[in-house]
């Protein structure tokens, strides 16, 4: 079945540093790619999509590509705040042949943003 | 009002008895589901259903049943709860593969 693999954690950056979040993934065809974004204490929210190749999505400042020719769907920041502190989590469907609905999910990455 | 509420949000209960986890949604959607999380491993998928009359097996649905008892709620059930079942759960809704709302999660602990 598709697949996720993200890099894992905790990451510990200190305020204002680039953010790089690693995910690859395998997949029949080309199926949506989503990163979602775990707040302590909270349900898990979308950050971002993407639903075709060479798409970015973007949102709070964030960003990811959907890049066909590496399966990779990196999350990206330039500049990182201290309520950027959060478990990350990247997904697709979790059969992009149109079988099983849901998403699959990477392990998360929990993500630590010093003063 | 959350859009998706999951009700208890924390929750002790004893090996061998049984529990049920409520959801409810205000977004209309017809798919709901529900995901377990443990640390580490990521969310897996143990149920979703496309409407009242429509459930499905997900990942890991052993020892775990549901009830789509309306449009808007969907419960989980454990029938005999075990140590293992430990974890976090989620209730999510959403429209086929578009974005997926969820709840803020039951935390269970099975002693």
């Known amino acids: 079945g598709d697949s996720v693999t993200q890099m894992e954690g905790p990451v510990t950056l200190s305020e204002e540093a680039f953010l790089t979040i690693n995910c690859t993934y395998t997949?029949?065809?080309?199926?949506?790619l989503f990163w979602y974004v775990q707040y302590p204490g909270e349900g898990l929210q979308l950050l971002l999509k993407?639903?075709?190749?060479?798409d970015k999505g973007s949102n709070k400042g964030f960003e990811a590509t959907y890049r066909k020719e590496t399966t990779s769907f990196h999350l990206e920041k330039g500049s990182v705040q201290v309520s950027d502190s959060a478990v990350y989590f990247c997904?697709?469907?979790?059969?992009?042949?149109?079988?099983?609905?849901?998403?699959?999910f990477g392990k998360g990455t929990h993500l630590i943003i010093q003063p | 009002d959350a859009d998706v509420t999951q009700t208890p949000r924390n929750r002790i209960t004893k090996t061998g008895k049984r529990i049920m986890l409520e959801c409810s949604q205000t977004?209309?959607?017809?798919?709901m589901y529900w995901y377990r999380q443990d640390p580490g491993l990521g969310l897996q998928l143990i149920y979703y259903?496309?409407?009242?009359?429509?459930?499905n097996k997900g990942e890991i649905s052993d020892g775990y049943s549901v009830s789509r008892q309306a449009q808007a709620k969907f419960s989980l059930s454990l029938e005999s709860a075990i140590p293992n079942q430990t974890a976090l759960y989620f209730c999510?809704?959403?429209?086929?593969?578009?974005?997926?709302?969820f709840g803020q999660g039951t935390r269970l602990t099975v002693v």
């Open positions: 999510a809704t959403s429209e086929r593969t578009s974005e997926a709302f």
């Open positions: 997949a029949t065809g080309y199926p949506s």
């Open positions: 993407a639903t075709k190749a060479d």
């Open positions: 997904a697709l469907p979790l059969d992009s042949g149109g079988g099983a609905d849901g998403l699959t």
């Open positions: 977004k209309g959607h017809d798919r």
């Open positions: 259903s496309f409407d009242v009359k429509d459930i």
